[in-house]
């Protein structure tokens, strides 16, 4: 069974400028979740889907930060505009309802 | 709310010696509770996972940890360590049940390094 997939896997941009990170879940996982790794610290959940629809955003930066999940299945996580903060890894994981999370690789961002 | 507490971002052991990794947790709700590895440049692995079935959990590579509610904790134990297990670990703790529950909050991590 493939496991989650993300990219890119690595990344580096300028402050100020916008990056876009891409996961596909396992396959027939309703929920999709998106962490923030920062250096040192545990992961910090952002957002969660299930499906296509939003189940808890309430630690993400809206004013910087977006995602979407379109068909319910692969998703997208933008930031736009970056800041030297938001260097961390990008962590997909997705479960089937209730299920065990399995994480993706990451996408490990640095901002300049 | 639930938050949880890793005692030690750093544990050294000598290849062989028993590994213990505390982690204590705060829950309003009964938790879930869980235990991930994360290997350098890599995304985290499930070790092993407490959800209120038996308060003693056996996980892989040999790793074990016990569910104690009088204490609020659940502590990972190894009783032989391996060069291969120098990670770094994670604490987690859910709500268990429902939507946003089932949400994951991670402690600080505890870095383990195997001495030969």
């Known amino acids: 069974e493939a496991g989650v997939a993300q990219s890119p896997r690595y990344k580096i941009i300028e402050k100020r400028q916008s990056v876009a990170f891409w996961c596909n879940p396992i396959?027939?996982?309703?929920?999709l979740y998106w962490y923030q790794q920062i250096l040192g610290q545990g992961p910090k959940l952002l957002i969660q889907?299930?499906?296509?629809?939003?189940?808890?955003d309430s630690q993400l930066p809206k004013d910087r930060f977006s995602a979407e999940r379109l068909k319910g299945v692969d998703s997208t996580l933008k930031i736009q505009p970056a800041k030297l903060e938001d260097s961390a890894v990008y962590l997909c994981?997705?479960?089937?309802?209730?299920?065990?999370?399995?994480f993706g690789p990451g996408t490990r961002l640095l901002v300049l | 709310a639930q938050s949880v507490t890793q005692l030690g971002s750093h544990v050294s052991v000598s290849e062989g010696a028993l590994v213990l990794l505390r982690c204590n947790y705060s829950?309003?709700?009964?938790?879930?509770l869980f235990w991930y590895v994360q290997y350098p440049n890599q995304g985290l692995q499930l070790l092993l996972k407490y959800t209120s079935a038996a308060t003693l959990v056996k996980g892989i590579n040999g790793f074990e940890a016990e569910f104690k509610k009088s204490e609020t904790s659940f502590h990972l134990t190894k009783p032989s360590a391996h060069m291969s297990d120098a990670a770094e670990y994670f604490c987690?703790?859910?709500?268990?049940?429902?939507?946003?529950?089932?949400?994951?909050?991670f402690g600080k991590g505890t870095l383990l390094t195997v001495n030969p």
């Open positions: 829950s309003s709700v009964p938790p879930y």
């Open positions: 987690a703790v859910s709500g268990g049940s429902g939507g946003s529950n089932y949400k994951l909050t």
């Open positions: 396959s027939g996982h309703a929920t």
């Open positions: 994981a997705s479960s089937s309802v209730g299920g065990t999370q399995y």
């Open positions: 889907f299930q499906n296509n629809g939003v189940v808890d």
